[in-house]
């Protein structure tokens, strides 16, 4: 594995999105992505300039293409399933071209595609400015539960390891000559997973022991609070506001 | 005499499930010593060391630390003066950022801000990293984690370091670097290891535990040359090597 998400999604920079503390950040990001979903379907125009908005958003991070696009793929499966919506949708059709589809499949495939992309846009602009350590202190900061906190901060740190244990012991696997290729070879790697599994329950364990040893009372220290000045958050909050203008606009306006 | 750092009378623990691990265990410790605690697999050496920090409490007997006796309502202040440095660094590196590991420890004993900054600088430098503060664990080299590792404790500002095999998995230019680290920290150092050689270049004294009990107490050079004794507890010089 070894590209584990959260170690390399943030990409270095000096835009001003890079360094706005990380909660006003996850404020703005989350308001903007709530009211861009309470957009009505119809308003198809609205979604667009949304959409626009998010890409400026994205754009100004002046992070490169080759590091955007990968990260945007994540997309895929939604667009995928966006462009067989009008195919399989009932109701009253309308001729497309050559093919006949289904209005309201039409009318959602198209909010879909562009609500799904303005997200993705939106929280990539979010991920390549913010360091995984920041997130941590931003969901801190935001009074998340300590357990919740910790448990995302451990992946974050733990994924690459674990990735590494399951390479090795695919590595293993392959070199007593096994090759997974029918049903059969299920139950071996079922083990491999549960092996994997206790591993990773016992270096919790020793984790948990570590902590302990060095004072650990059951609730994380906060070492540096997050502190946003009033422009800062104008920088964040002003797509969100824009968005939920857009969304009571939309509504009152039919 | 001075007191001990660490005092343990008579250190009798049964795992729950019945397999009996310490049988009476004696040991002092003092101020400024290098001992290296040294015995076969299964000997009982960590359920020792989880005795020093209060992670489990003897059935019989008692430990303390520079007089404070291991007990409950002084936990947190036996956690500080006893720095226990695990074997597997990934285990002890559990933050996003060395830095924040390192701050872990002393922001547990209530220091923030520019004192805690202070502190942590301090345990980096103290082990020759600390250009490496603001890296992620996962990204630096086994050699390199161990030594933070080592911060994250000193960071405390123990009375007495704690190391479990400090020299496995190094290579050899890792393993003598961190023997000169090691010997430049002013503090009492009590060194759970295989290595035997490494034991001989660090500690002046060595302790054998072998089957629950101490078997051999005294100057490194004569513990390691005394064959019956070593012989008798399955410890082996590498071969080539002589005292």
């Known amino acids: 594995m070894g590209s584990g998400p959260g170690a390399h999604l943030h990409v270095e920079g000096t835009s001003r999105l890079h360094t706005v503390p990380a909660h006003a950040k996850l404020v703005g990001l989350l308001l903007f992505v709530l009211a861009v979903v309470s957009v009505p379907n119809e308003a198809a125009l609205v979604l667009a300039a949304l959409l626009a908005v998010a890409v400026a958003v994205l754009l100004s991070t002046r992070v490169a293409a080759r590091h955007l696009l990968p990260r945007l793929a994540v997309e895929t499966p939604f667009a995928v399933f966006a462009v067989v919506l009008p195919f399989v949708a009932v109701g009253p059709r309308v001729q497309l071209g050559p093919v006949s589809v289904s209005e309201a499949g039409l009318t959602a495939a198209v909010a879909l595609l562009l609500k799904g992309t303005t997200g993705v846009v939106a929280a990539v602009a979010f991920a390549v400015t913010?360091?995984?350590?920041?997130?941590?202190?931003?969901?801190?900061?935001?009074?998340?539960?300590?357990?919740?906190?910790?448990?995302?901060?451990?992946?974050?740190?733990?994924?690459?390891?674990?990735?590494?244990?399951?390479?090795?012991?695919?590595?293993?696997?392959?070199s007593r000559g096994f090759d997974a290729r029918s049903v059969r070879s299920w139950?071996?790697?079922?083990?491999?997973?549960?092996?994997?599994?206790?591993?990773?329950?016992?270096?919790?364990?020793?984790?948990?022991?570590?902590?302990?040893s060095r004072g650990w009372s059951g609730r994380l220290p906060v070492t540096s609070p997050l502190a946003a000045r009033p422009t800062?958050?104008?920088?964040?909050?002003?797509?969100a506001l824009a968005a939920v203008a857009a969304s009571v606009g939309a509504r009152m306006v039919p | 005499m001075t007191t001990p750092v660490l005092e343990l009378r008579g250190?009798?623990?049964?795992?729950?499930?019945?397999?009996?691990?310490?049988?009476?265990?004696?040991?002092?410790?003092?101020?400024?010593?290098?001992?290296?605690?040294?015995?076969?697999?299964?000997?009982?050496?960590?359920?020792?060391?989880l005795h020093l920090n209060g992670?489990?409490?003897?059935?019989?007997?008692?430990?303390?630390?520079?007089?404070?006796?291991?007990s409950d309502e002084h936990l947190l202040e036996i956690r500080r003066r006893v720095g226990i440095v695990f074997q597997d660094p990934d285990d002890q590196l559990f933050m996003p950022t060395v830095r924040d590991d390192v701050a872990f420890g002393p922001a547990n004993l209530g220091l923030r801000g520019a004192e805690l900054d202070a502190r942590v600088?301090?345990?980096?430098?103290?082990?020759?990293?600390?250009?490496?503060?603001?890296?992620?664990?996962?990204?630096?080299?086994?050699?390199?984690?161990?030594?933070?590792?080592?911060?994250?404790v000193l960071a405390m500002r123990p009375q007495i370091l704690v190391l479990d095999e400090p020299s496995s998995n190094l290579d050899p230019a890792s393993r003598r670097e961190?023997?000169?680290?090691?010997?430049?920290?002013?503090?009492?150092?009590?060194?759970?290891?295989?290595?035997?050689?490494?034991?001989?270049?660090?500690?002046?004294?060595?302790?054998?535990?072998?089957?629950?009990?101490?078997?051999?107490?005294?100057?490194?050079?004569?513990?390691?040359?005394?064959?019956?004794?070593?012989?008798?507890?399955?410890?082996?010089?590498?071969?080539?090597?002589?005292?």
């Open chain 1, 130 to 174: 913010t360091r995984p350590r920041d997130l941590v202190r931003a969901l801190q900061h935001l009074r998340v539960p300590d357990p919740l906190v910790l448990i995302a901060s451990f992946m974050v740190r733990y994924v690459d390891v674990i990735g590494g244990q399951l390479r090795r012991m695919r590595v293993a696997r392959a």
């Open chain 1, 187 to 212: 139950p071996v790697l079922a083990a491999g997973m549960g092996a994997l599994f206790i591993r990773s329950y016992e270096r919790g364990e020793r984790v948990h022991l570590a902590m302990v």
């Open chain 1, 232 to 239: 800062e958050w104008l920088v964040v909050l002003g797509p």
């Open chain 2, 11 to 49: 250190v009798a623990y049964a795992y729950p499930g019945g397999h009996q691990a310490l049988f009476g265990v004696d040991l002092h410790v003092h101020p400024g010593e290098r001992v290296a605690l040294l015995g076969p697999n299964g000997a009982g050496k960590t359920t020792l060391v």
């Open chain 2, 55 to 70: 992670v489990l409490s003897p059935g019989h007997g008692t430990v303390a630390v520079s007089g404070l006796p291991v």
């Open chain 2, 121 to 152: 600088v301090e345990a980096l430098e103290a082990v020759g990293v600390a250009d490496l503060a603001d890296r992620a664990p996962h990204h630096l080299s086994f050699g390199q984690r161990r030594r933070v590792a080592i911060a994250t």
């Open chain 2, 178 to 243: 961190l023997a000169d680290i090691l010997r430049t920290l002013d503090v009492t150092i009590l060194m759970v290891t295989h290595d035997l050689p490494y034991a001989m270049e660090l500690c002046e004294r060595s302790v054998v535990l072998s089957e629950g009990t101490v078997v051999g107490d005294g100057p490194t050079r004569e513990v390691l040359g005394d064959a019956a004794l070593m012989a008798r507890h399955r410890l082996e010089l590498p071969v080539g090597f002589s005292i």
